[in-house]
């Protein structure tokens, strides 16, 4: 099975425009999650998405916003870009793990966004 | 507070050698447990989950949980220079798939 896939890898933006990141699943899987991971932060948890809803939402400002479309493929957008939102932005991909209460989830590649 | 913590490290173990790395809760209501090993400059990559009380293993690695005193760990047998890397502690709670991480501990498995 094909891995997470997201793109682009790599992005360099200037503070106040926008950007939106793309993730897709593995195959199969329908909930994609979002997470953003900073030296100084670690690996803060964005959002998550399920069947095209948002189930879950961290503590994140409204600039950040995501979707998720039929194909269970994923989409973030980050308004008025500061440069502290320059990060390594992650999606993951999950099923329920057999017999266990939580759903494993699998890591993309992510996307390293720069913002000048 | 944090909700998971961990030790930053570096811990630094000789090839062979046992490496053990811990992980405390706050969360009482946190239900599953994640090792994430994360390699410098690459995503991070599950490596074990527990969400049992006890031992779960899988080949070198052994996952321990502690839930009535908050503590998780993993155990790798014959470090090998391969593990040398970042792993990161997760949980989660009820209701959906938000993981919790912390900070990681840096492993160095020397020669």
């Known amino acids: 099975k094909a891995g997470v896939t997201q793109t682009p890898r790599y992005l360099i933006k200037t503070r106040g425009q926008q950007v939106t990141l793309s993730c897709s699943p593995i195959s199969g899987h329908r909930s994609v999650s979002w997470y953003q991971q900073t030296p100084g932060q670690g690996l803060q948890f964005l959002f998550e998405?399920?069947?095209?809803?948002?189930?879950n939402k961290g503590n994140f400002p409204g600039r950040f916003s995501g979707r998720q479309f039929s194909n269970s493929r994923s989409e973030m957008n980050v308004s008025t870009l500061e440069l502290g939102d320059s990060a390594l932005y992650l999606c993951?991909?999950?099923?329920?793990?057999?017999?266990?209460?939580?759903?494993?989830?699998?890591f993309g590649p992510g996307t390293r966004l720069t913002v000048t | 507070q944090k909700e998971v913590e961990q030790n930053s490290g570096p811990l630094s173990v000789p090839e062979g050698a046992i490496a053990s790395l811990n992980c405390t809760y706050s969360d009482r209501g946190s239900q599953s447990f994640f090792w994430y090993r994360q390699y410098s400059g690459k995503s991070p990559e599950l490596i074990m989950f527990?969400?049992?009380?006890g031992d779960k293993e899988d080949g070198r690695f052994t996952a321990q949980l502690n839930k009535a005193s908050q503590y998780v760990s993993l155990l790798i047998r014959d470090s090998q220079p391969s593990d040398s890397a970042t792993y990161l502690c997760a949980a989660t709670g009820g209701g959906g798939n938000k993981l919790t991480f912390g900070t990681g501990t840096q492993l160095k498995v020397e020669l």
């Open positions: 993951a991909s999950s099923f329920k793990t057999s017999g266990g209460p939580s759903y494993e989830q699998y």
């Open positions: 527990i969400y049992s009380n």
């Open positions: 998405y399920f069947s095209e809803t948002q189930r």
